[in-house]
């Protein structure tokens, strides 16, 4: 892939910090045009960065409520119905946004767990790293794509004791980049933990359309192949709690 076309395309603020294998995929699928690029781009990132969270300036409170898929959360009440009981040392939030942010609330409910970030955004990687240093949190955002499987299998098999994985929004989002990978994704990364949680959208971002979500495709999927602990509707998301069927 031409590394100036990949140069132009991080030109502007909210891609510049993406890996580069974020946009030469964008660009392999607009056939190297710049502003469809950027436009399939904008979709799964840009539509979330404000130019608050960007900059991380002010509260953490703040920022959840700047970033366009947590703002709608009632952390505090959300982490409380997916709580899948006590004894987790390890959660790994996979294509994290700003849940970083959330640690607060996350510790109120799973108490003094480690805590790892994966998130394709430079600047909410480096902002969050800042949060979690000022307040001594035992806690890391690491700069990464998704699609790198390999990479996150390593970053759960580093991860101490028993873990469990957050995939927020995640799943449409690698389903549009390739058919079916998120299947292999979350079948692999099951092998490295006990509990995935997984939340699809069932509003636009905006609030203003409702989305009819059977979503039989990955729910077949996943009762096939898991145990469904906990399917339910929260503030514009359907959350699902799996655990692995031999445990």
């Known amino acids: ?18 890996p580069n294998s974020i946009v030469e995929r964008a660009a392999e699928m607009a056939k190297g045009d710049v502003k469809e690029s950027r436009a399939l781009l904008r979709k799964y990132f840009g539509v979330f960065l404000t130019n608050k969270v960007l900059k991380g300036k002010g509260t953490y ?20 119905e997916i709580y899948p009981g006590p004894g987790f040392s390890s959660i790994v939030d996979l294509g994290a946004g700003a849940n970083g942010y959330s640690y607060p609330f996350l510790r109120e409910v799973f108490g003094d767990v480690n805590y790892f970030a994966v998130e394709a955004s430079g600047q909410l990687v480096g902002n969050m790293n800042k949060f979690f240093d000022e307040n001594h949190y035992s806690a890391r955002a690491i700069h990464r794509d998704l699609m790198d499987l390999d990479f996150v299998k390593s970053v759960l098999e580093k991860a101490s ?56 495709w990955i729910m077949d999927f996943l009762e096939e192949n898991f145990l469904i602990e906990k399917d339910f509707r929260m503030n514009g998301e359907r959350i699902v709690v799996i655990g692995n069927k031999n445990n």
Do not use: W
């Open 161 to 216: 004791g028993k873990k469990i994985v957050f995939m927020f929004q995640v799943v449409d989002a690698l389903e549009n980049l390739e058919r079916d990978f998120s299947k292999k994704f979350i079948l692999d990364i099951s092998k490295e933990c006990e509990k995935i949680v997984l939340t699809l959208p069932t509003e636009s971002l905006g609030g203003r359309k409702k989305f009819v979500v059977q979503r039989r």
């Open 61 to 80: 409170d703040d920022l959840l409520k700047a970033h366009m898929s947590s703002k709608k959360r009632d952390y505090g009440k959300f982490y409380r």
């Open 1 to 18: 892939m031409d590394r100036e076309l990949i140069s132009e395309i991080k030109k502007k603020k909210e891609f510049s910090e993406l």
